[in-house]
């Protein structure tokens, strides 16, 4: 049996999601979690938050599932993102049954 999580990085800090047990590669994951940033500077048009699905079996090192890059251009002027879109390989080729739905908002 293998364990998913996601981890979430901006502004050079990590957050971690919960451990999900994980039995089936078609399984839907659902993270509903709150991640909270203190940002000290303003948030730069060109900034990326990146969100990386991993899986973890036993032994070894963690397996990346996806990865989804985020441009802040559009949080920066509206201060709010909903998105739904596809994680990507390190190819960045679309990773199949692999799906991400996010909000991010800005809080003044």
């Not at 032994?59 to 201060?79: E, N, S």
């Not at 998105?83 to 960045?92: A, G, K, Q």
Request: one cysteine or more; a neutral charge; aromatic letters at 6%.
């Amino acid at each position: 049996m293998a364990g998913c999580y996601q981890i979430l990085l901006f502004h050079c800090n990590e957050k971690y999601s919960t451990l999900l047990l994980h039995t089936d590669e078609n399984q839907i994951i659902t993270v509903n979690q709150n991640f909270e940033w203190p940002v000290v500077r303003p948030i730069n048009p060109g900034e990326v938050v990146t969100v990386q699905l991993l899986c973890r079996m036993r032994w070894g090192a963690p397996r990346v599932l996806g990865v989804y890059r985020l441009g802040l251009q559009i949080l920066v002027t509206d201060g709010q993102l909903c998105l739904t879109d596809t994680l990507v390989d390190d190819r960045n080729k679309a990773v199949p049954n692999k799906r991400l739905d996010l909000e991010i908002t800005k809080r003044p």
